[in-house]
Nanobody, 119 residues
Framework: QVQLVESGGGLVEPGGSLRLSCEYS????????MGWYRQVPGKEREMVAT???????NYSDSVKGRFTCSRDRAKKTLYLQMDSLKPEDTAVYYC?????????????WGQGTQVTVSS
């Protein structure tokens, strides 16, 4: 059974940094892409950053230059380094993976971790 488990969220002051981690486990034959999404109450979930199988990355305009998405294949962990955080970055952050675990590509999500940016 595939699991994605996020950690690293919390409360940080504006201008501060946090690093989110997402450990993935289970029988995964191939990874199409992974990434981070975020959601605030009353709004749709939005893409923050994605990383493709070849490690190319893509970022939303709102976080470009401040956030860095990376992956450690040996540790089976996805990271999101968040610097120069702003109050508008406050959200629940979800880890995402499009994975091949059997007969087709399927989308998997973590349970989410809260990030609050406030003084």
């Amino acid at each position: 059974q595939v699991q994605l488990v996020e950690s690293g969220g919390g409360l940080v002051e504006p201008g501060g940094s946090l690093r989110l981690s997402c450990e993935y486990s289970g029988t995964i034959f191939s990874i199409h892409s992974m990434g981070w999404y975020r959601q605030v109450p009353g709004k749709e979930r939005e893409m923050v950053a994605t990383i493709q199988s070849g490690d190319s990355t893509n970022y939303s305009d709102s976080v470009k230059g401040r956030f860095t998405c990376s992956r450690d294949r040996a540790k089976k962990t996805l990271y999101l380094q968040m610097d120069s955080l702003k109050p508008e970055d406050t959200a629940v952050y979800y880890c995402y993976g499009r994975l091949w675990v059997g007969a087709a590509w399927d989308d998997y999500w973590g349970q989410g971790t809260q990030v609050t940016v406030s003084s």
